[in-house]
């Protein structure tokens, strides 16, 4: 069987390079059965003292390295900067990566799923939303893995919510997430039908131990 290839969104504040070292043990974990391919965010993000930067489990820069730092999309406009929890009318750059994601996709794809961190997770449920909305033809992604995702609190954001998205989903969260506490991810799993949670006992970061295998692959066996 040839494995599914899967394109990777990163967080807030990372890059496609340290996302990758970030998400080794997934790729270890899931090695027969996914080919994951990493984006960057179009947008570097200034670094800021007041913001709490998306790591995992407080590490710093990989070998990867977050020393280009990349967002998706701002919340403050004026500040070039985000927050998940900042309410806002509207946003910024958000139409320069979806421009990004369509380009990856003719260049590199076709891919069977898309795969989000925090930030990413949040943005690959727009980008389903998009698809689902057949305003990007180029998108065939056949089911999505948000991690630690959430709803954006922007208001030009909300058209992407209703009606709930067909795609197959898997939502996974940490219960002692302190970037994007868990009741934050709850709240996405309406905008999904049928959603399969996987919740882990730990933080913001991918969760990949042998315990997790089950549910990642019991998830994925469909579309193989």
Same mark, same amino acid.
């Given at each position: 069987?040839?494995?599914?290839?899967?394109?990777?969104?990163?967080?807030?504040r990372?890059?496609?390079?340290?996302?990758?070292?970030?998400?080794?043990?997934?790729?270890?974990?899931?090695k027969?059965?996914?080919?994951?391919?990493?984006?960057?965010?179009?947008?570097?993000?200034?670094?800021?003292?007041?913001?709490?930067?998306?790591?995992?489990?407080? &590490?710093?820069?990989?070998? +990867?390295?977050?020393?280009?730092?990349?967002?998706?999309?701002? %919340?403050?406009?004026?500040?070039? !900067? =985000?927050?998940?929890?900042q309410h806002?009318?509207?946003?910024?750059?958000?139409?320069?990566?979806?421009?990004?994601?369509r380009?990856?996709?003719?260049?590199?794809?076709?891919?069977d799923?898309?795969?989000?961190?925090?930030?990413?997770?949040?943005?690959?449920?727009?980008?389903?939303?998009?698809?689902?909305q057949?305003?990007?033809?180029?998108?065939?992604f056949?089911?999505?893995?948000?991690?630690?995702?959430?709803?954006?609190?922007?208001?030009?954001?909300?058209?992407?919510?209703?009606?709930?998205?067909?795609?197959? &989903?898997?939502?996974?969260? +940490?219960?002692?997430?302190?970037?994007?506490?868990?009741?934050? %991810?709850?709240?996405?799993?309406? !905008? =999904?039908?049928?959603?399969?949670?996987?919740?882990?006992?730990?933080?913001?970061?991918?969760?990949?131990?042998?315990?997790?295998?089950?549910?990642?692959?019991?998830?994925l066996?469909?579309?193989?």
């Amino acid at each position: 069987m040839a494995p599914l290839r899967v394109l990777c969104i990163h967080g807030y504040r990372q890059n496609g390079s340290s996302y990758r070292e970030k998400t080794g043990a997934l790729r270890k974990l899931l090695k027969k059965q996914v080919e994951f391919v990493y984006l960057s965010a179009p947008h570097s993000v200034q670094q800021a003292s007041s913001e709490a930067p998306e790591k995992e489990n407080g &590490s710093g820069p990989g070998p +990867g390295g977050d020393e280009d730092p990349r967002g998706w999309w701002f %919340s403050d406009v004026q500040a070039r !900067s =985000f927050s998940a929890q900042q309410h806002c009318e509207e946003s910024l750059g958000l139409d320069e990566s979806v421009t990004a994601v369509r380009e990856a996709v003719k260049v590199q794809g076709p891919f069977d799923g898309i795969l989000g961190f925090s930030q990413g997770a949040a943005f690959v449920a727009m980008l389903c939303s998009l698809q689902e909305q057949k305003l990007e033809p180029e998108f065939s992604f056949r089911f999505a893995i948000l991690v630690a995702g959430f709803r954006s609190a922007c208001k030009e954001h909300q058209k992407f919510y209703n009606p709930p998205l067909q795609i197959p &989903s898997l939502h996974v969260f +940490g219960l002692e997430d302190r970037v994007i506490p868990d009741n934050m %991810s709850r709240e996405l799993l309406p !905008s =999904f039908q049928d959603p399969q949670v996987l919740t882990h006992p730990g933080g913001h970061f991918v969760p990949a131990v042998s315990a997790h295998r089950p549910a990642y692959q019991d998830f994925l066996k469909r579309f193989q």
